[in-house]
């Protein structure tokens, strides 16, 4: 065992962000200012190298949002007040007793007036409209095993790269996959060395796949 306690990640969209940063071709996008192939992930995502995780969160985390409503039906104007001067919302009153073709007509122009081309929708960043939700991901306590898991992929990446210091039995023994297993011994040491790389293999295809907004996608 090595005296080096890694740090354990609980918020799963800052183990995003890290895999992220542990993306090569990303890395040479921000390097470049944002230039080149994952030009459009860096509109959204920006530079993940120059700051830290909470602060790039404060100002990225609607990325990850999903809208509240479409449409809302009250009967007290103060519950949509703070909406009347938003633009990325607009409070809309509807007469029923007007014929039900002039308000399709009505909606339809206001849709074309401030909803145009067809578009998926508008954030409030810029008209930012990508969408970016966990791939494969439930609720707790799905959601913490998978973290666990993450943190462990992350641990065994970060151990082997760019220097490969530790020998993945090694790896496996540091983050106790084989809790009945001895690294002295021969047998032993194969399944370690296995579990290990699996666990490199993943992260391999993690960083990939994040480099396209994909998190965490290990296939």
């Known amino acids: 065992m090595t005296d080096k306690k890694p740090r354990v990640i609980t918020n799963i969209y800052e183990l995003w962000f890290e895999f992220l940063k542990r993306h090569e071709g990303y890395r040479q996008c921000c390097a470049q ?22 602060d790039w969160w404060e100002d990225h985390h609607e990325l990850f949002e999903t809208m509240e409503f479409t449409a809302y039906r009250t009967r007290d104007l103060s519950d949509v007040a703070s909406y009347i001067d938003d633009d990325d919302n607009m409070v809309v009153i509807v007469n029923f007793y007007a014929p039900r073709q002039e308000l399709k007509r009505a909606f339809s ?18 008209d930012v409209v990508a969408e970016y939700k966990l791939y494969g991901v439930g609720m707790r306590p799905e959601l913490g ?3 666990e898991y993450l943190n462990k992929v992350l641990w065994t ?19 106790e996959l084989g ?26 295809q993690i960083i990939e796949n994040v480099g396209s907004g994909i998190f965490p996608k290990h296939s």
């Open 33 to 54: 200012g944002g230039s080149g192939e994952y030009a459009a992930l860096y509109a959204d995502f920006g530079d993940v190298h120059g700051q830290m995780f909470g």
């Open 109 to 126: 122009k206001l849709l074309e007036e401030h909803h145009p081309n067809g578009k998926s929708g508008r954030r409030n960043r810029d």
């Open 145 to 147: 095993r998978r973290i």
């Open 157 to 175: 990446y970060d151990w082997r790269k760019p220097v490969k210091t530790m020998k993945l039995y090694e790896i496996a023994d540091e983050l």
């Open 179 to 204: 809790e009945s297993l001895d690294p002295d011994d021969m047998s032993d040491r194969l399944n370690l060395t296995a579990a290990a790389s699996r666990l490199m293999r993943h992260a391999t």
